[in-house]
């Protein structure tokens, strides 16, 4: 069985940075894409960084320049550091990454969420 559980989220004024982790556990084998995204209320989910199992990342427009995805495959967590945060930031992020387990095949995975408050 595979979990993620995300940490880091909390209330923090414009202006400031937050750094979020994503810790993957249970009967891993590989990990392969590990993403964060984020959901406003009344807004429907969105993508805001991905980083492949080679490195290689990608970044929503409104997040270039001020938010940095890594991963330490070593300790199977993945990072999200925001900095310069907005208020139009606050959401609740979420974890989600594509694993293969140890039996079976892949599938992508949900953390339960972490909120992010950024007050103007």
């Known amino acids: 069985q595979v979990q993620l559980v995300e940490s880091g989220g909390g209330l923090v004024q414009a202006g400031g940075s937050l750094r979020l982790s994503c810790v993957a556990s249970?009967?891993?084998?590989?990990?392969?894409?590990m993403d964060w995204y984020r959901q406003a209320p009344g807004k429907q989910r969105e993508l805001v960084a991905a980083?492949?199992?080679?490195?290689?990342?990608n970044y929503a427009d409104s997040v270039k320049g001020r938010f940095t995805i890594s991963r330490d495959n070593a300790r199977n967590t993945v990072y999200l550091q925001m900095n310069s945060l907005k208020p139009e930031d606050t959401a609740v992020y979420y974890c989600?990454?594509?694993?293969?387990?140890?039996?079976?095949?892949?599938?992508?995975?949900w953390g339960q969420g972490t909120q992010v408050t950024v007050s103007s």
């Open positions: 989600n990454a594509n694993i293969q387990p140890v039996l079976g095949g892949p599938s992508w995975y």
């Open positions: 249970g009967s891993i084998f590989v990990i392969y894409d």
């Open positions: 980083i492949r199992s080679g490195g290689l990342t």
